[in-house]
T-cell receptor, first 112, second 111 residues
Framework: EAQVTQNPRYLITVTGKKLTVTCSQN?????MSWYRQDPGLGLRQIYY???????DKGDVPEGYKVSRKEKRNFPLILESPSPNQTSLYFC???????????FGQGTRLTVV | QKEVEQNSGPLSVPEGAIASLNCTYS??????FFWYRQYSGKSPELIMS????GDKEDGRFTAQLNKASQYVSLLIRDSQPSDSATYLC???????????FGSGTRLQVQP
């Protein structure tokens, strides 16, 4: 089954404790991205990747890092999480940047 | 002006009626347009994509694109209570390496 898989689905952590949210897709898509969704602000892109070893900032990259060492995986790293990073996070992949994006199940992160 | 605008709703329609959802966008050079459905707490699910002017039909759903007027709409025929969700409009604008999403319209279908 074609899918985008994120883990974990739920995470509660403390300020400053490094964490990684994993994302994997099995559709051989070139383009992957991370979004956060907040009430009233909609979906905002954090980072994206055009292909292996090619990443760039989206609209809200501060406080986040990403890597793309393999085509299928695109982890999101929060090196020092802060409460303003409490949000619902989605990973997405698409064949190309202008084609349909398919979303993972989401990760609800709470930073206390 | 927001890049992609949608009425937040809620849009309330009776079961069996046609629901009409609208979206306007600011970048005249935009080429790709998508409608997603999102249930509360769940991930966005692709409903339709449309790339050229006119109508595109898929089952009970019809997407309409008018590039001259810079709007895209989604019609849902024979609305069902299970269609109650937030509908997100997404646009691929020129010069941006990402989809731009509207804030979504919440649809309520009354049984």
């Amino acid at each position: 089954e074609a899918q985008v898989t994120q883990n974990p689905r739920y995470l509660i952590t403390v300020t400053g404790k490094k964490l990684t949210v994993t994302c994997s897709q099995n559709m051989n898509h070139e383009y992957m991205s991370w979004y956060r969704q907040d009430p009233g602000l909609g979906l905002r892109q954090i980072y994206y990747s055009m292909n292996v070893e090619v990443t760039d900032k989206g609209d809200v990259p501060e406080g986040y890092k990403v890597s793309r060492k393999e085509k299928r995986n695109f982890p999101l790293i929060l090196e020092s999480p802060s409460p303003n990073q409490t949000s619902l996070y989605f990973c997405a992949s698409s064949r190309q940047e202008n084609t349909e994006a398919f979303f993972g199940q989401g990760t609800r992160l709470t930073v206390v | 002006q927001k890049e992609v605008e949608q009425n937040s709703g809620p849009l309330s329609v009776p079961e069996g009626a046609i629901a009409s959802l609208n979206c306007t966008y600011s970048d005249r050079g935009s080429q790709s347009f998508f409608w997603y459905r999102q249930y509360s707490g769940k991930s966005p699910e692709l409903i339709m994509s449309i790339y050229s002017n006119g109508d595109k039909e898929d089952g009970r759903f019809t997407a309409q694109l008018n590039k001259a007027s810079q709007y895209v709409s989604l019609l849902i025929r024979d609305s069902q209570p299970s269609d109650s969700a937030t509908y997100l409009c997404a646009v691929k604008s020129t010069g941006r390496r990402a989809l731009t999403f509207g804030s979504g319209t919440r649809l309520q279908v009354q049984p």
